[in-house]
């Protein structure tokens, strides 16, 4: 099993900056994919950003040139940067983990992102 748990949410004004963290523990060693999912009162859930492997990086178009996703696996950390945050980004900011050994998701709990003036 993979534990994951976020930290860096909070409020912030429109035009604003936060990091998003996430750190995996547990049986890591099989872990492909990290990102982030996203989801807002009333919306679908909505992938943000994930990194498959490697240094390949995919954003959803809402937040492409304004989020940056990174991973640092001395640490087991993946990082969602993001900038000129917009009410819209509103949400719960939710870390996943994919594991190459079966097709599951491994999911943090959440944090909470406020974007308000």
Known sequence: QVQLVESGG???QPGGSLRLSCAASGSI????AMGWYRQAP???????AVMPGGSSTNYANSVKGRFTISRDNAKNTVYLQMNSLKTEDTAVYYCFATKWTHDRYYWGPGTQVTVSS
């Not at 009333?42 to 943000?48: A, C, N, P």
Request: charged share 30%.
């Open 10 to 12: 909070g409020l912030v």
């Open 42 to 48: 009333g919306k679908e859930r909505e992938l943000v």
């Open 29 to 32: 060693f099989s872990i492909s």
